[in-house]
Each structure stands twice: as C-alpha cells, then as structure tokens.
Nanobody, 127 residues
Framework: QVQLVESGGGSVQAGGSLRLSCAASGYTSSSSCLAWFRQAPGKRREEVATIDSDGRTNFADSVKGRFTISKDNAKNTLYLQMKSLKPEDTAMYYC?????????????????????WGQGTQVTVSS
C-alpha cells in the first residue's frame, strides 16, 4: 500500500520558518517527479515546488528565494524548507508524486498525473 505522509506544519508568525516532510512508503519515490502543492480556502490547488529524479527543481514565482525543495532518496522522504513566511503562504500543503513520466516533471503540471497524494499538513502564518 502506497502512502505519502506529510508532517511539520504548524502556526508561525510572519517572517518565520517551517520545514515540511513527506515520508513515502510502499514504493520508491526516487524515480518520480515529486511536488509540493498548497490550497487555501476557496482557492484552487497550486504548485509550490517540484523536484525531478535528477534533482532539478522548480518553484512558483511566489515562493522563489524563500522556499527550498529537497529529497533524501535513502529515506524516501521529500522536504520543503520554508523561510520568510508570509500570511499569504497560509494553506494546506500537500506532497504528491508523478510516477508516470520516468521521473521527469512535465510543465505545466497536471494534477491528474500525480498518482499519489498525502493527506496534507496545515501551515498558518499570522501577521
């Protein structure tokens, strides 16, 4: 049974930092395009960052320079380091894996390509 389990969310003040983790079990994530998405109430789910099987990364303009995506293949774990957080970063954050394209991240991302999703972890940033 494949599972993605996020952790690390919480409440912080603007300017603070959080590190999200996404532990995968039941399959090897190293050959997938891995992504973090977020969804705020009343808004569509949006891409935050991606990392492909070769470690190439991509970020939404809104988080460039503040967020870092990384992975530890040995631990089968994906990370999102978030710094200089803003109230507009408040959302439920989801990790997801696309294992349909040989580890390549195809843009624009299509949510339906992501076979596996975590349950989400809430990030709340207060001003």
């Amino acid at each position: 049974q494949v599972q993605l389990v996020e952790s690390g969310g919480g409440s912080v003040q603007a300017g603070g930092s959080l590190r999200l983790s996404c532990a995968a079990s039941g399959y090897t994530s190293s050959s997938s395009c891995l992504a973090w998405f977020r969804q705020a109430p009343g808004k569509r789910r949006e891409e935050v960052a991606t990392i492909d099987s070769d470690g190439r990364t991509n970020f939404a303009d809104s988080v460039k320079g503040r967020f870092t995506i990384s992975k530890d293949n040995a631990k089968n774990t994906l990370y999102l380091q978030m710094k200089s957080l803003k109230p507009e970063d408040t959302a439920m954050y989801y990790c997801a894996a696309d294992n349909n394209h040989g580890g390549i991240c195809l843009y624009p991302l299509i949510l339906a390509d992501f076979t596996y999703w975590g349950q989400g972890t809430q990030v709340t940033v207060s001003s």
